[in-house]
């Protein structure tokens, strides 16, 4: 059985950091490819944003929001993401999402999605 569990979310001020963590199990091969994306409540799925992601060779991807601000790492057997995010801004109040897929697909939009934690920034 797969599963991708996100923990770490919560209420914090606006400059504060926070560090999501993302434990993914049960899919194929490892290291997987894994990734975090961010939805704004209110807002459809089809507008999640990315945050980052990390692929089957260990390179790692921001979105430009992200860049400066947040850095992801994994762990040394592939399958745990955490998400530091510095410098934290009211706007980045939202739910964080992870997904994960095999090295092989490494396809994170149709892969497995957890079912997020929530993030809010007061100012």
């Known amino acids: 059985e797969v599963q991708v569990l996100e923990s770490g979310g919560g209420s914090i001020q606006a400059g504060g950091s926070l560090t999501l963590t993302c434990a993914a199990s049960?899919?194929?091969?490892?290291?997987?490819?894994m990734g975090w994306f961010r939805q704004v409540s209110g807002k459809g799925r089809e507008e999640r944003e990315e945050v980052a992601r990390i692929d089957e060779r260990h390179n790692i991807e921001y979105a430009e929001f992200a860049k400066g601000r947040f850095t992801v790492s994994q762990d040394n057997y592939g399958t745990t993401l955490n998400l530091h995010m510095s410098s934290l801004q009211p706007e980045d109040t939202a739910m964080y999402y992870c997904?994960?897929?095999?090295?092989?697909?490494?396809?994170?939009?149709?892969?497995?999605w957890g079912q997020g934690t929530q993030v809010t920034v007061s100012s």
């Open positions: 049960g899919i194929d091969d490892r290291p997987y490819c």
């Open positions: 997904a994960a897929d095999s090295l092989w697909s490494c396809d994170l939009e149709d892969g497995y």
